[in-house]
């Protein structure tokens, strides 16, 4: 399947580990059981990057001239960006593959889709990792859905991101959207200790 989709493909997917091809080759046929495989940090980061390649190969053509053979690759060539994206958003826990699959989905203007991926930030993301996908994005919509889990989770444990030097920040402005938007006490009150007043 992989011959004639593209040098850069065939590159990547010659370089995957066997394992992350065989998941794939499951995801292919809706056969997948990931618990059956050992979902790591190597394996999100090769399904990541072999999904930019295959973004950036259908773009290229859907630009050209469409005949038979051309729609024939670029079904093909979604069917595996499309197994790739529904193992990422069914087992990451990184700030950049949830950038990347909240901007395929906003890009395709799939606002069911970006729904979705966005209910994985509460279930498996830590507070940590929801503001490093503030600090890595400038996307509006992105910051917002990070904004809005990042409200959600106790403020207590936002409290032990405030000294960080680099979500401090957004601790700080998630802690004031749980205060004054959620009316939170608890938030009120952590606010009110770093802020005494005279």
Known sequence: MIK???PQIEKVWNGLRPT???MLT???QKKLTPSKFFYDVHLDWELSKLLAVLDDQLAK????TSGRKSRQKIKEIKLLAEACASVLQSQTESAEVFIQLVERALKK???AKVEAISQILNERFSAGEVCEIIRQTTNPVIRALAYESLALFPPSLLMLLVDDPFYGDI???ALEIQAFDY???EAQ???EEMNPQD
């Open 171 to 173: 601790a700080k402005n």
């Open 20 to 22: 992350t091809r065989e």
């Open 4 to 6: 004639g989709l593209g």
């Open 189 to 191: 009150k952590f606010l």
């Open 61 to 64: 053509e859907e630009k050209k």
């Open 26 to 28: 499951r995801a292919l």
């Open 109 to 111: 203007k799939d606002y």
């Open 183 to 185: 009316e939170s006490e």
